[in-house]
């Protein structure tokens, strides 16, 4: 069982930055993928960044690629997403998800699904 707390979202003016981090429980935080997902009011769940157990592999949606940097510290059972150059439209509900298989498969699985997801932090960007 993995449970997962995210936290650092908040209120930023367009261009400004914000970090998110996602923090996990129990020792087994290092076998798990690890996904940043986000949802907008009225909109379905999109991927956003995904890291490889190690967090050697990454992988982002096109809309954020070259803006958000995903992380992970093994040590500290914490993944991070660094989010710059922030715009309107990301402003959603951010979720941190944990999966043993899933990696690729979170960019176009529809519905999005995970073993296990945070509760979530909302992102406001203002213009």
Known sequence: Q??????????????GSLRLSCAASGRTFS??????????PGKEREFVAAISWSGGFTLYADSVKGRFT?????????????????KPEDTAVYYCAADRTRFTAW?????????????????TVSS
């Open 31 to 40: 076998t798990y993928y690890m996904g940043w997902f986000r949802q907008a």
């Open 2 to 15: 993995v449970q997962l707390v995210e936290s650092g979202g908040g209120l930023v003016q367009a261009g």
């Open 70 to 86: 995903i992380s992970r510290d093994n040590a500290k059972n914490t993944m991070y997403l660094q989010m710059n150059s922030l």
């Open 107 to 123: 960019r176009t699985q529809a519905p999005k699904e995970s073993d296990y997801w945070g509760q979530g932090t909302q992102v």
